[in-house]
Structure formats: structure tokens, C-alpha cells
């Protein structure tokens, strides 16, 4: 009788989740959350203003490396901003790959511009460097300090590198590139706390790079999310248009722009902050998860556990579990189903999405095709953390 491969599959995995967790990410609080919590309670600051937001800066700043990170509502909010600080408005385009969450599309829309998607690079699953030149080579055309994309005579301003899953994108290749043609890098780092390519954290390449602590995230602050930049110039701006861009004024409301209510609040950043004091820990954690996913389907030639690429280390915000087709990843999801183990599609490429699918693009044969044979396994830190 020919063996059930999936059915083996999906029972070994089950064993390995027993008594952790099916769900697909749970947050892991081992440190001062309630502790600081606390402090802001009795304190009374509970808002954007507080010790905590603060702190929280700091912190992020020690761990990335980044000379200025600036707490922001989401990590949704921290892109938007950043596209917004960046004058990026309806006559321009913003490069990104196809392969990624809504939030890093809809934060073009919200500015009025035109996204146009890349492809990525099956081995790891971020922009191909390769692909972007051959494509930029086809439709762009340098004038003066500007690249403008030729078809759609709008201007090329700048490129979004997201760092899916954890997984570093090659972004040296790509930095080179949009230097090249004058295009602004940003990085969307929101799944990728803790990641690094050749020892440098992601997010600290582009002029600008965020960060997400959604509840879902390698660590939280329930809702939240920050900006990584370079200067005190941009760190002072984007603090300001976060906070409705109000003026120190003693008594008086005064506000010189347009600002947004952006800021992180303080209970989230007092949760943040005390999350951040075990990043390494649930980083080593989840790091483990790998290796023991990895082993698990080592002999199984038709599924294989994504690794990180050379010269990078990957948090493994989520494991990803690449089957050699569409018909072996419907088996497992069947069997997964029925053991209620809480696993998910990778991100549906915004291309196939209505709301996406009249923007330009490159051709996107490889994220089409990963979309189709890949899923995402549960991933928390407490399948393999020491307590
Ligand atoms: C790639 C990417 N960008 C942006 C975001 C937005 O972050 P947030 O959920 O904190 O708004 C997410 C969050 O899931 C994400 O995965």
C-alpha cells in the first residue's frame, strides 16, 4: 500500500506542537511586561506621552543599531509616514515586490501614488536585483536627478524592499541599484525584528526602514510599529508630523502642518520596551523552531522548511514550508484542517488583488509560483523556548 506522506507529515508536526502552540504565532511574555505596565498605570501617563515611548527609542535604536527610531501606532502608520515624509505623492510610482502584505501596497495608495511590483528570487524570497535592472533597463529613463518609467511618464521615486518573513533580501544588490537611478530606498522591516544581513540589521540600508510589533509579530506591543532613520533632521520631522505636528506653545493649540495622531502610547511601548530586553532569547527560540521543523523534513525531498540565505541571519518570524507542488500543499492543508493546527497561505501576491491589479508590473513568474506551493507553520516562540 502506497504510504500517506502528507498524513505522516502533518502527525509528526502535530508532535511537535503538542502541549505548545497550533496557532500560528502566540506572543511570549516572560519579562517586565506587567512590571512597567504597572509603573504607567500608577503613573498616570498612558498616552503617547510617557518615560516608556521614549525608552523604547532608545532601545530599538541599541539593538538595530540605527542612529533614530521614532514609535509609531502601527506598522502600517510608520509606512505610511515615511512615504508621506518623503514627498511621495499622485505623480509617482513606488517600486515594491508583488510578494507581501497589504500594508506595504495600501501605504502608496494612502499617498496617491502608483505601486509597481517586482518580482522576487525563489531562494530567498525577496526582490531579485537581477530582475529589477533588466526591468528598469526596459522601462525607466534617467532625467536629470529623476528616473521616470517611460510607458506610464510618471516618476520612479522609490522602492520598498520587504524582508518577508524574516528573510533578508539582498540588499546590497538592490541599495546599488536605485543609487544607480536615484531612487529612494526605504525598507519594510515590519517582519523582520532582530534580522540581519552580513551582521547588519535590516531596516538600517534605506533612507528609512520600519519596524511592526502587531500581536503577531517576533515581539509586540500589541499594536505598533517604528521608524528607523538616519538623521536627527528626520527623526525630529517624523515625530512631529506623528503627533498631530503640534508646537510646543505654553496654553495654546498650535499646529504648523498637517499632522497625524501616529505616536505609540505609552502602556504599548512599556510592553515593547520589556519585550525588547529578551529579543535574543525569542529570537534563539525561534531559531530553534527552524532547525527543528528543518530536521523534521529532512527526508522528505518533495517539502522542504525555507532556510535563510548565505550571509544572513533570518529571525524565522514564520516558518515557511515549500512543497514541490500545488496537489502536495492541498493534501497537507487537508490534514492540517483536520487537526486544527493553524497554518496559513503565504501572502497572496497584491497583483491578483482587485484593488492592485491595474498597476504596473514586471513579469512575476516566481512569486505566482511560490504563492501557489508554499504555506506558513505555526511559529511561536514557545514551541522551543526555556522558561
Ligand atoms: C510586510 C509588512 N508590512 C507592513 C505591515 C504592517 O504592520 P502593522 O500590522 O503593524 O500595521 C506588516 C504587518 O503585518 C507586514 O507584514
Not at 339 to 350: E, S, Y
Amino acid at each position: 500500500m502506497k504510504k500517506n506522506i502528507p498524513l505522516k507529515i502533518v502527525k509528526k508536526i502535530e508532535n511537535l506542537l503538542i502541549k505548545k502552540s497550533k496557532r500560528l504565532h502566540d506572543p511570549i511574555f516572560i519579562g517586565n511586561e506587567i512590571k512597567y505596565l504597572k509603573n504607567c498605570i500608577q503613573s498616570g501617563f498612558v498616552s503617547s506621552v510617557g518615560n516608556y515611548v521614549n525608552k523604547l527609542e532608545k532601545k530599538l535604536c541599541q539593538v538595530t543599531g540605527s542612529k533614530y527610531s521614532v514609535a509609531t501606532s502601527s506598522g502600517t502608520a510608520a509606512l505610511h509616514l515615511a512615504l508621506h515624509y518623503l514627498n511621495i505623492g499622485r505623480n509617482d510610482e513606488v517600486l515594491l515586490p508583488s510578494f507581501t502584505y497589504v500594508a506595504t501596497g495600501n501605504s502608496i495608495k494612502y499617498c496617491n501614488a502608483t505601486p509597481n511590483f517586482l518580482d522576487i528570487e525563489k531562494n530567498n524570497l525577496g526582490i531579485c536585483p537581477i530582475k529589477l535592472q533588466n526591468y528598469l533597463k526596459k522601462i525607466a529613463i534617467k532625467r536629470g536627478n529623476f528616473t521616470i518609467n517611460k510607458i506610464t511618464k510618471k516618476k520612479i521615486k522609490a522602492l520598498i524592499v520587504v524582508h518577508v518573513y524574516g528573510f533578508p533580501s539582498k540588499i546590497d544588490k538592490i541599495k546599488k541599484i536605485c543609487k544607480n537611478y536615484n531612487i529612494i530606498l526605504i525598507e519594510d522591516a515590519a517582519e523582520a525584528v532582530g534580522s540581519k544581513f552580513k551582521d547588519q540589521h535590516v531596516g538600517t540600508f534605506g533612507e528609512i526602514g520600519i519596524l511592526s510589533f502587531n500581536g503577531n509579530k517576533t515581539i509586540t506591543t500589541g499594536s505598533g510599529g517604528a521608524i528607523l532613520c538616519k538623521t536627527g533632521k528626520v527623526y525630529n520631522s517624523l515625530k512631529h508630523l506623528s503627533t498631530q505636528a503640534k508646537l510646543k506653545k505654553e496654553f495654546d493649540h498650535f499646529h504648523d502642518k498637517v499632522g497625524f495622531n501616529y505616536r505609540m502610547n505609552n502602556l504599548s511601548a512599556a510592553v515593547g520596551f520589556a519585550q525588547l530586553e529578551n529579543l535574543s532569547k525569542i529570537i534563539n527560540a525561534k531559531r530553534k523552531n527552524f532547525k527543528k521543523y528543518f530536521h523534521l523534513l529532512k527526508d522528505h525531498s518533495d517539502y522542504k522548511i525555507h532556510k535563510e540565505p548565505s550571509a544572513t541571519k533570518s529571525n524565522y518570524w514564520l516558518i515557511v514550508l515549500k512543497c514541490k507542488n500545488t496537489k502536495l500543499k492541498k493534501k497537507l492543508i487537508k490534514e492540517f484542517k483536520a487537526r486544527a493546527i493553524g497554518i496559513r497561505f503565504t501572502w497572496r501576491p497584491l497583483h491578483y488583488l482587485k484593488i492592485f491589479n491595474n498597476c504596473p508590473r514586471d513579469n512575476l513568474k516566481n512569486s505566482e509560483d511560490i504563492f501557489k506551493r508554499t504555506l506558513t507553520l505555526p511559529s511561536s516562540p514557545i514551541i522551543s523556548i526555556k522558561s
